[in-house]
């Protein structure tokens, strides 16, 4: 009777059984441990970006390699960027890694990164678009045009999640998804452009990183994504339609 969906797309159309839909996010636990990956001395002076993730989005048909092309290009601009990297050893992620270390402001740790480790920069730095599951699915587009399947935000990832469960100064992409999850110009920075203009993304960050500005997110914000808020609403809906069966 109730569907529990991750996506952010309205997806009514595709509802023929005229189910309820419930939008429910991913989130993160509300009581892990904070801590910092081995490896690094979170003593050190901060770096102006953190970034935790891979780099390779070759399971895309356009900007497969816009991670790797908007670090550079802050690279490039001087700033002190560390990047997490759990993958980082594998084939095609060590050749993109070493294509970034021959700049001196870039420190790379193989390692998915602790929930402490987005606060080991100045800023948490989080590009959010999408790639497929497989190569195979490139051509697939489930309704959706090419500039929404990946430029948009159809669904939202768990590093988004970490960004806000780390209480980071973050930078994301402005969008409705993410203010949907409480994201305001208060509680975090934001970039306008999409990944068809790379070069004004990299300004746009560069410009945040230089005007020094914090934004942490607030406690309301921070709780209602823990998996702990999800579980209160999913809960709530259940026994709503268990009341209503019964009457």
């Not at 989080?126 to 399947?149: R, V």
Request: proline share 1%; hydrophobic share 35%.
């Amino acid at each position: 009777d109730i569907i529990f969906e991750q996506s952010t797309r309205n997806l009514e159309k595709l509802n023929i059984k005229q189910k309820k839909i419930i939008y429910t996010p991913l989130g993160f636990q509300h009581d892990f441990n904070i801590k910092y990956s081995k490896g690094y001395n979170q003593k050190n002076e901060k770096h102006d970006l953190v970034f935790i993730g891979t780099l390779d989005r070759s399971r895309r048909e356009t900007a497969k390699s816009h991670r790797l092309d908007i670090l550079e290009g802050l690279l490039k601009k001087n700033l002190k960027i560390l990047v997490f990297n759990g993958r980082g050893e594998s084939k095609i992620e060590k050749v993109l890694i070493n294509k970034l270390k021959k700049y001196e402001n870039f420190t790379y740790i193989n390692s998915f990164g602790e929930p402490s480790d987005y606060r080991l920069g100045k800023y948490a730095l989080n590009l959010p678009f999408h790639e497929l599951g497989s190569l195979e699915n490139i051509k697939l587009n489930w309704g959706m045009t090419k500039k929404e399947l990946e430029n948009q935000i159809w669904l939202v990832h768990w590093d988004t999640f970490r960004c806000i469960g780390s209480k980071s100064n973050m930078i994301t992409f402005d969008c409705k998804e993410f203010r949907n999850l409480g994201l305001n110009d208060h509680n975090c920075n934001f970039y306008k452009s999409d990944i068809e203009n790379i070069n004004t993304i990299i300004d746009e960050i560069y410009l945040i990183v230089k005007s020094g500005k914090v934004k942490e997110i607030d406690h309301e914000t921070w709780f209602q994504n823990t998996y702990l808020s999800r579980w209160e609403m999913i809960i709530e809906n259940i026994n709503n339609k268990i009341l209503n069966n019964e009457k």
